[in-house]
Nanobody, 115 residues
């Protein structure tokens, strides 16, 4: 059974930082593209960043230069280091794992940026 478990979401002030983690089980982790998506209230889910099996990262324009995605294949874990957080970063953040026709999602972790 495939599981993606996110953690690290929290309430943080503008300008602050958070690190999200996603632990995967039930998949051959090192072959999957791992990604982070987010969904704000009343908006569609959007791609934040992904990292390929060879650890090449991609970022959406809205988070480039502020967020860093990484992976640790030995721990079946992907991370999203978020810095200089803005109120518009407030959303539920979802972990995603993709490989060919496989597409798995975690349950999400809430990130709230507010003073």
């Amino acid at each position: 059974q495939v599981q993606l478990v996110e953690s690290g979401g929290n309430l943080v002030q503008p300008g602050g930082s958070l690190r999200l983690s996603c632990v995967a089980s039930g998949i051959k982790f090192d072959t999957y593209i791992m990604g982070w998506y987010r969904q704000a209230p009343g908006k569609q889910r959007e791609l934040v960043a992904y990292i390929t099996a060879r650890s090449n990262p991609y970022y959406s324009d809205s988070v480039k230069d502020r967020f860093t995605i990484s992976r640790d294949n030995a721990k079946n874990t992907t991370y999203l280091q978020m810095s200089t957080l803005k109120p518009e970063d407030t959303a539920i953040y979802y972990c995603n794992a993709r490989f060919i026709r496989d597409n798995f999602w975690g349950q999400g972790t809430q990130v709230t940026v507010s003073s």
